[in-house]
């Protein structure tokens, strides 16, 4: 229809005329501007696409943590301590099969039996004493999320509820979803599952937000194998969340891991919001807070009409982009339109980013479609 008024047009001017010359090449660009938009567009599932990058803030979480209150070797207000120290603003303490929670009634709880028995088994490794202390995290500035990890099969995030333990994960499940909660899979590098096993769980419960990928340092590098190969089954239909998470039991295994939760203001309702929408990016830096900082990633831009994704970054050597588990481009921008190896497959894609010390900051997928 386009091209039709364009030529009428042209051909109402004399032939030959300086008129009709130049009316063509002002036509001709308006012809190219205007066939530049029709044309067929990628469809890009961004998951920064809400995030203000000039206003919005970054906040330092951790969603796996355990205390005296089950197998941890530090009291729960001493872990509180030692991540606010870090500058954590958000913290998830997550005994096994018990919710530490909430911090203002610390004193009112007893240590697991676990905990008693390794006091007197190997009392060097635990605590001076169990005189549990009080801790009021609006004072602090940090957001304490309620959760425990269900660890009576694969084991299991729970945040945002009070369910206790069940002996199956379906069960599990359907009582966090009852109470209104949210959860994420622990470290699958840990288990022998087939991952159609993990799609079954992802595409029934929608509470079920994400996968950690990076466990106590890197403990299990399967975890992001296993990651990959359920994106290449669900997205982009279905996203899963990748995190990163301590497991912390020991004072040592404090502050290797943590996520980058992108907000317009720290609460509850933020944080859960960010959680169950992809809101964050997370690192691994395997020397901890001792170590050379991680790069920070200041914004990421999405051009669907060209299929371009492109991050800018501090502090960092390079960028992978990651498709299966594999690396299908290096860069700071990545253009779709030119992976034609994979241009029939792709379903999404996932950035890595190399700093020093290996250090690594990596985002969440971006679910594609192809024109």
Not at 249 to 266: A, E, F, S, T, Y
């Amino acid at each position: 229809m386009h091209s039709k008024k364009i030529k009428s047009l042209i051909t109402s001017v004399s032939p030959g005329s300086k008129q009709n010359k130049m009316c063509k090449a002002i036509l001709l660009t308006l012809g190219i501007i205007l066939f530049a938009g029709c044309g067929p567009r990628w469809e890009i599932e961004n998951p920064y696409e809400t995030v203000d990058w000039e206003s919005d803030i970054k906040y330092k979480a951790n969603f796996h943590t355990h205390t005296t209150l089950s197998d941890g070797r530090l009291n729960p207000h001493t872990a509180v301590d030692k991540y606010h120290s870090l500058d954590y603003e958000i913290l998830a303490i997550t005994d096994h099969n018990f919710v530490s929670y909430p911090w203002t009634e610390f004193s009112q709880f007893e240590p697991s039996s676990t905990s008693k028995n390794r006091k007197e088994s190997d009392p060097e490794s635990m605590p001076e004493d169990f005189d549990f202390e009080d801790r009021d995290p609006a004072a602090m500035g940090m957001i304490d999320i309620q959760g425990n990890e269900l660890s009576s099969h694969h084991h299991l995030g729970s945040f945002f509820n009070n369910h206790n333990n069940t002996s199956e994960i379906k069960a599990s499940l359907d009582s966090i979803e009852a109470k209104g909660g949210i959860s994420m899979l622990y470290h699958p590098g840990r288990y022998d599952r087939p991952v159609e096993w993990y799609v079954d769980l992802y595409r029934q419960y929608d509470h079920l937000i994400g996968l950690e990928v990076y466990n106590q340092g890197d403990r299990y590098p399967e975890d992001r194998l296993i990651w990959d190969s359920i994106l290449a089954i669900t997205m982009p239909e279905r996203p899963v969340w990748g995190f990163s998470n301590d497991d912390m039991h020991w004072p040592d295994q404090v502050g290797k891991n943590w996520n980058i939760m992108i907000l317009p203001k720290l609460s509850h309702d933020q944080v859960r919001h960010g959680m169950k929408n992809g809101l964050s990016y997370f690192i691994f830096a395997p020397e901890g807070h001792n170590g050379a900082p991680p790069p920070v990633i200041e914004s990421i831009n999405v051009n669907e009409r060209r299929g371009v994704i492109e991050i800018e970054a501090t502090g960092y050597d390079h960028i992978e982009w990651i498709f299966k588990g594999n690396t299908v481009f290096k860069g700071t921008t990545l253009k779709l339109g030119e992976l034609e190896e994979i241009q029939d497959e792709i379903n999404y894609v996932r950035a890595k980013l190399y700093g020093q010390e290996e250090t690594i900051t990596a985002t969440q997928p971006f679910g594609i479609n192809k024109p």
